[in-house]
C-alpha cells in the first residue's frame, strides 16, 4: 500500500504509536495520532513529537468526521482489535496494521522474526549480536524496546533486521515476511487479552503467515504446540530439542548439543562453554544457532559470540552477593512458565518474590515447581490471594503478603541465610505496582546494591 497522501489514524501514543506517526510523515502520509488515556493530555503527547504541529492529535474522543475521513489505522500493541472503534474500523473496510506491518512497508533488507511466549528477549538479542558480528547493517527491533518504524528507513539491500515479535504484533501483520522465523514455545499467556487458548496460539502462528518454503521456521520440538505446527507450517521446518535426539535438527545429548543434517551428526559445542544458567536459556542458544544458521551464519562465528554472550538484563540475571546471598533479578518472569524457569535455574534454597497483575493466569504448575527449591514465597500485588490460595492447594504454607514492593525485600533480606538466594520472579506483570517490568528489576537491582554487608 501506497502511504503518501493518506490519511492514517494511530491509535496509542506509546513508543509504537510516536514511532509509527513520524515514520507516516517522512512517507508524505497525513498522520492523525489518538489516545483514549483519559489520563493523557494533548500537550503530554505534543511533547513526545516534538512539537511537530504536522500531527493533528486527539485525546479522549476522535471526532466522527475524522474517525470517518481515515484510509487506514496503525495500532500500538497495546490496543486489542475488539475495541469498539477498531470494529468501527473493521466495518467500514479500514485496514487494521500494526507497527510491525507498518516498518515492514519500508524494509529492503533480509528479515528474521522470532516470538514465543518465553526467551523472546534473550534468543532476539543473541541473535542479533551473531548477526552484527558479521555484518555491520543490523537492526534489532520490535517487542525488544525499538520500534521497528524507527529503524526501517535505514535499511539496505544487504542489511539484516532481527525482530522480537509479541502476539499482540502479530495480530496486526498483512504483508510482514520474514526469510526466517521462529516459535520458542507456546504456553498461557495474555488470555486476558486473546481470551482463549486457541487464539493465543494463531497469534503466535501467524509469523509464518507469508512465508513459503523457501523460507525457514525454527520450532522448538518440546513443545506440544510448535512441534504439531511444525506438520503444517508453510515454511520448511527446522527442529530444535533439549528432550530428544533429533533424527534431524539441533538437540542436546547430556552437556552437548548436536546436530543433525541429511543424516549425519555433528557435535555443536558443551552447554558449560556458555556464561547462560538454565535449561530455559540452552534451548534459547539452540534456537538462536538454528537461526543463524538457517539465516547463512557460519557455526564458527555463531560460537564465538555464543561463548562470551551474558545474559539480557532482567531475566535470571545475577545481580550480587550480600552477605553470603546471592540476588537475583529474573523481572521479566510476568508468566507462570517463565517463572518456572526461573526456579530451575536456581541450585540453592530460595526466597522468591512473586505475585502482580492478573493476567488471567494458572499457578498450579509453578507452585509445583517449588518442590525442594523454594523456601519462602513473599507475594505481593493483585495476585497474592489467587497465589496463595494455589499455594495452599498444593500444600505450600510457607507464605507471606507485603503491602509494597519494600517491605517485599525487606522480609526477603530477613529471611535468606548465607548459602541461599533471593530471586525476583513473579510470574505475573508488573502493572498496577510498576509502569513495566524493567522499572520492577531496577528498583529490585538498586535495592540490592544498597544492602548493607
Known amino acids: 500500500m501506497k502511504l503518501e497522501k493518506k490519511k492514517v489514524l494511530v491509535i496509542g501514543s506509546g513508543i509504537s504509536g510516536i514511532g509509527a506517526a513520524k515514520m507516516l510523515k517522512k512517507h508524505g502520509a497525513y498522520p492523525v495520532l489518538f489516545d483514549e488515556n483519559e489520563k493523557i493530555t494533548k500537550e503530554d503527547i505534543e511533547a513526545k513529537l516534538e512539537g511537530d504541529k504536522d500531527v493533528a492529535v486527539y485525546v479522549k474522543e476522535l471526532p466522527?468526521?475524522?474517525?470517518?475521513?481515515?484510509?487506514?489505522?496503525?495500532?500500538s500493541p497495546g490496543v486489542p482489535?475488539?475495541?469498539?472503534?477498531?470494529?468501527?474500523?473493521?466495518?467500514?473496510?479500514?485496514?487494521?496494521?500494526?507497527?510491525?506491518?507498518l516498518g515492514f512497508q519500508a524494509e529492503k533488507g533480509k528479515v528474521i522474526a522470532i516470538t514465543g511466549t518465553n526467551g523472546k528477549t534473550t534468543t532476539t538479542t543473541l541473535v542479533g549480536e551473531i548477526m552484527k558480528s558479521c555484518n555491520p547493517e543490523v537492526f534489532v527491533v520490535g517487542n525488544i524496546g525499538n520500534p521497528y518504524t524507527e529503524e526501517a528507513d535505514k535499511t539496505t539491500k544487504t542489511s539484516v533486521t532481527v525482530g522480537e515479535i509479541s502476539s499482540f504484533?502479530?495480530?496486526?501483520?498483512?504483508?510482514?515476511?520474514?526469510?526466517?522465523?521462529?516459535?520458542?514455545?507456546?504456553?498461557?499467556?495474555?488470555?486476558?487479552?486473546?481470551?482463549?487458548?486457541?487464539?493465543?496460539?494463531?497469534?503466535?502462528e501467524a509469523i509464518t503467515l507469508n512465508q513459503t518454503k523457501d523460507d525457514t521456521c525454527v520450532l522448538n520440538y518440546d513443545n506440544e504446540y510448535t512441534r504439531e505446527f511444525g506438520e503444517r507450517c508453510p515454511a520448511k521446518v527446522l527442529y530444535f530439542s533439549s528432550q530428544h535426539k533429533l533424527k534431524e535438527g539441533i538437540f542436546l545429548d547430556g552437556e552437548e548439543i548436536y546436530m543433525t543434517e541429511n543424516g549425519t551428526t555433528t557435535r555443536v559445542m558443551n552447554i558449560h562453554d556458555m556464561n547462560l544458567v538454565g535449561m530455559c536459556n540452552v534451548e534459547n542458544v539452540m534456537a538462536a544457532i538454528g537461526i543463524c544458521l538457517s539465516a547463512g551464519v557460519p557455526l564458527s562465528s555463531i560460537l564465538n559470540v555464543v561463548?562470551?554472550?551474558?545474559a539480557v538484563e532482567h531475566r535470571i540475571e545475577f545481580v550480587a552477593t550480600k552477605n553470603g546471598v546471592d540476588y537475583y533479578n529474573d523481572s521479566k518472569g510476568t508468566n507462570p512458565d517463565a517463572a518456572i524457569q526461573g526456579i530451575k535455574a536456581m541450585s540453592k534454597k530460595t526466597v522468591l518474590i512473586g505475585g502482580g497483575y492478573d493476567k488471567q493466569s494458572e499457578y498450579d504448575e509453578w507452585i509445583e515447581s517449588f518442590e525442594g527449591k523454594v523456601k519462602k514465597l513473599v507475594l505481593i500485588g493483585q495476585t497474592r490471594e489467587k497465589i496463595a490460595e494455589c499455594a495452599k492447594k498444593h500444600g505450600f504454607t510457607d507464605y507471606c503478603f507485603a503491602d509494597t514492593f519494600e517491605e517485599a525485600m525487606e522480609i526477603c533480606v530477613e529471611t535468606a541465610k548465607p548459602g541461599e538466594a533471593v530471586l525476583l520472579s513473579p510470574a505475573c506483570a508488573s502493572w498496577g505496582m510498576f509502569p513495566n517490568y524493567?522499572?520492577?528489576?531496577?528498583?529490585?537491582?538498586?535495592?540490592?546494591?544498597?544492602?548493607?554487608?
Open 81 to 101: 482489535v475488539d475495541t469498539k472503534l477498531c470494529e468501527e474500523l473493521k466495518q467500514r473496510g479500514i485496514s487494521l496494521w500494526g507497527e510491525i506491518e
Open 169 to 204: 504484533q502479530l495480530e496486526t501483520i498483512e504483508h510482514f515476511h520474514p526469510a526466517v522465523s521462529a516459535i520458542l514455545n507456546i504456553t498461557p499467556d495474555h488470555l486476558n487479552r486473546h481470551h482463549t487458548m486457541e487464539n493465543y496460539v494463531k497469534a503466535k
Open 307 to 310: 561463548r562470551t554472550f551474558k
Open 438 to 453: 524493567e522499572v520492577r528489576g531496577k528498583i529490585f537491582k538498586d535495592y540490592v546494591k544498597a544492602i548493607e554487608e
Open 64 to 75: 466522527k468526521e475524522v474517525k470517518e475521513s481515515v484510509e487506514l489505522a496503525v495500532l
